[in-house]
């Protein structure tokens, strides 16, 4: 967790919400990962291009910001260690649900989505 907060702090500047500009629209932010492995050890490269085409229709972009690795203890105190692909999507709305349950039904697992608003200008 600690990880995260940190990329995201360190991500937020790149939103454009640098105040140097006059502000103009606002929207949100989603941060979501997805597995570069699926549950049953084979590669997700499949699930990932079709979760891309998801996103562009969902929100007419999105940026990929590149595989990272992060683990955690399970209750049973096994460590758990996933490699993941991280992604950036704005969109006017917040879609946090719909990209979990899209997450959950083609990749089988269960993500962290978070957003944010944002706002930058449109000049």
Known sequence: ??????????????????????????????????????????????????FEQYLLQLAGGYTELGESAGGWIESSGAVH????????????????????EYIRSKFGYDPYVFAWEVKYNDD
């Open 1 to 50: 967790a600690r990880v995260l907060m940190l990329c995201l702090l360190v991500l937020l500047p790149l939103t454009g919400c640098d105040g140097a500009h006059a502000e103009k629209t606002a929207y949100l932010m989603h941060y979501v990962q997805v597995p570069l492995v699926m549950p049953d050890g084979s590669s997700s490269a499949t699930a990932i291009s079709a």
């Open 81 to 100: 260690e996933d490699r993941l692909r991280s992604y950036l999507v704005g969109m006017s709305a917040d879609e946090r649900a719909a990209l979990k």
